[in-house]
């Protein structure tokens, strides 16, 4: 049985930091590329940033490049989002993905598993 566990989420100021972790189980997890979206209430799903298998490539959205770091544990099967300068528009649902092709398709809204997701929500 496949699961993705988000956590980390919660209440940040304005220029705060948080690190949100994806426990991954039930499948091959180093094998797999990794990458978060984020939905706020009344939007679109937009994604966030995804990372190889390998951990050599990563990609990132315009909107987070810069401030968020994704990173991955193959020995810990977890998926991590690094969060810095977040601003209120970062306030959203965030959620992890995986998908057993290229990480660079992640983008392009290609997976294979999902997570319920972790509440991230910054104050002004």
């Known amino acids: 049985q496949v699961q993705l566990v988000e956590s980390g989420g919660g209440l940040v100021q304005t220029g705060g930091s948080l690190r949100l972790s994806c426990a991954a189980s039930?499948?091959?997890?180093?094998?797999?590329?990794m990458g978060w979206f984020r939905q706020a209430p009344g939007k679109e799903r937009e994604f966030v940033a995804s990372?190889?298998?390998?951990?050599?490539?990563?990609d990132y959205a315009d909107s987070v490049r810069g401030r968020f770091t994704i990173s991955r544990d193959n020995g810990k099967n977890t998926v991590y989002l690094r969060m810095n300068s977040l601003q209120p528009e970062d306030t959203a649902l965030y959620y992890c993905?995986?998908?057993?092709?290229?990480?660079?398709?992640?983008?392009?809204?290609?997976?294979?598993?999902w997570g319920q997701g972790t509440q991230v929500t910054v104050s002004s």
């Open positions: 993905v995986a998908y057993s092709g290229s990480s660079s398709n992640i983008r392009r809204d290609r997976f294979d598993y």
């Open positions: 039930g499948f091959t997890f180093s094998s797999y590329a």
């Open positions: 990372i190889s298998w390998s951990e050599t490539t990563t």
